[in-house]
T-cell receptor, first 113, second 109 residues
Framework: NAGVTQTPKFRILKIGQSMTLQCTQD?????MYWYRQDPGMGLKLIYY???????DKGEVPNGYNVSRSTTEDFPLRLELAAPSQTSVYFC????????????FGPGTRLTVL | TQLLEQSPQFLSIQEGENLTVYCNSS?????LQWYRQEPGEGPVLLVT?????EVKKLKRLTFQFGDARKDSSLHITAAQPGDTGLYLC?????????FGKGTRLSVIA
């Protein structure tokens, strides 16, 4: 099992550009999540999904969109990149919610200039 | 208001020393998790505690859940350079995990 994979690993965007961060898991998990991690901060939840076709906002959803057409994939879309979106983005998955382990991908380091 | 307060924020110690880091809240939780994040990687689960007063050991790491299930501690005995990383606590109920800001530990050889 590869677990949770994310692409790209690094990206530099100009203000106003768009991009999609890819996330795939091969553990057949129902729940998937997107977090951002800023320097000196913990993880803040952007969006999450409890299954294919179902998504919900987290703590910091503004400026982002998600879709969940399959169990395996959960892409995160940035439409009009802003410097405030410079961060490290982590995708995670879990079998269900609550006390179950969340498995994280290696992260995407995004810089918006 | 931060749901989870972790302290200290930073800790730098010599190899072989002992240390304790804390995760505190004013709320009661059904379970609490500790994750470790190494530089350039995603967090990895260390332990889940679910019962008030519960103590779990993972080699040189000892985790305790407070009796009232509002706080937790992580004690490391004889720290090693491989323990270096960001230690995050997280809580959940039926909603996605909420993470603390973490304790960044550096163990110097």
């Amino acid at each position: 099992n590869a677990g949770v994979t994310q692409t790209p690993k690094f990206r530099i965007l100009k203000i106003g550009q768009s991009m999609t961060l890819q996330c795939t898991q091969d553990m057949n998990h129902n729940y998937m999540y997107w977090y951002r991690q800023d320097p000196g901060m913990g993880l803040k939840l952007i969006y999450y999904s409890v299954g294919a076709g179902i998504t919900d906002k987290g703590e910091v959803p503004n400026g982002y969109n998600v879709s969940r057409s399959t169990t395996e994939d959960f892409p995160l879309r940035l439409e009009l990149a802003a410097p405030s979106q410079t961060s490290v983005y982590f995708c995670a998955s879990s079998r269900t919610s609550g006390r179950y382990t969340q498995y994280f991908g290696p992260g995407t380091r995004l810089t918006v200039l | 208001t931060q749901l989870l307060e972790q302290s200290p924020q930073f800790l730098s110690i010599q190899e072989g020393e002992n240390l304790t880091v804390y995760c505190n809240s004013s709320s009661v939780f059904s379970s609490l998790q500790w994750y470790r994040q190494e530089p350039g990687e995603g967090p990895v689960l260390l332990v889940t505690v679910v019962t008030g007063g519960e103590v779990k050991k993972l080699k040189r790491l000892t985790f305790q859940f407070g009796d009232a299930r509002k706080d937790s501690s992580l004690h490391i005995t004889a720290a090693q350079p491989g323990d270096t990383g960001l230690y995050l606590c997280a809580v959940s109920g039926n909603t996605p995990l909420v993470f603390g800001k973490g304790t960044r530990l550096s163990v110097i050889a």
